[in-house]
């Protein structure tokens, strides 16, 4: 069992930047590979960037390309979002989500509970 911490939330203004951290409880990390997703009051989740175990591959939505970078530090546990440029319209909260590279399913196996994201117009 992995848990997930996320922090880094809060209120900002648009055009501001924000990094959210989110920290594994495993061994193990470099196993899995990450991802970011939020969700909107009244929206379903969406995906908004992910990262191979090994760092080395990223992947973003289209709507935060060039504003949102994924990283990772397999020493430290930790998977990041920096987010510049922010617009009122990435208000969400948002959720890191683990994948292990051993299953055969291209579902993330864990969440965690979610930070806050607000930015006021």
């Known amino acids: 069992q992995v848990q997930l911490v996320e922090s880094g939330g809060g209120l900002v203004q648009a055009g501001g930047s924000l990094r959210l951290s989110c920290a594994a409880s495993?061994?193990?990390?470099?196993?899995?590979?990450m991802g970011w997703y939020r969700q909107a009051p009244g929206k379903e989740r969406e995906f908004v960037a992910r990262?191979?175990?090994?760092?080395?591959?990223?992947a973003y939505a289209d709507s935060v390309k060039g504003r949102f970078t994924i990283s990772r530090d397999n020493a430290k546990n930790t998977v990041y979002l920096q987010m510049i440029s922010l617009k009122p319209e990435d208000t969400a909260v948002y959720y890191c989500?683990?994948?292990?590279?051993?299953?055969?399913?291209?579902?993330?196996?864990?969440w965690g509970q979610g930070t806050q994201v607000t930015v006021s117009s």
């Open positions: 989500a683990a994948r292990d590279t051993r299953s055969i399913s291209q579902l993330y196996d864990y």
């Open positions: 495993t061994r193990t990390f470099s196993r899995y590979d």
């Open positions: 990262i191979k175990w090994s760092g080395g591959t990223t």
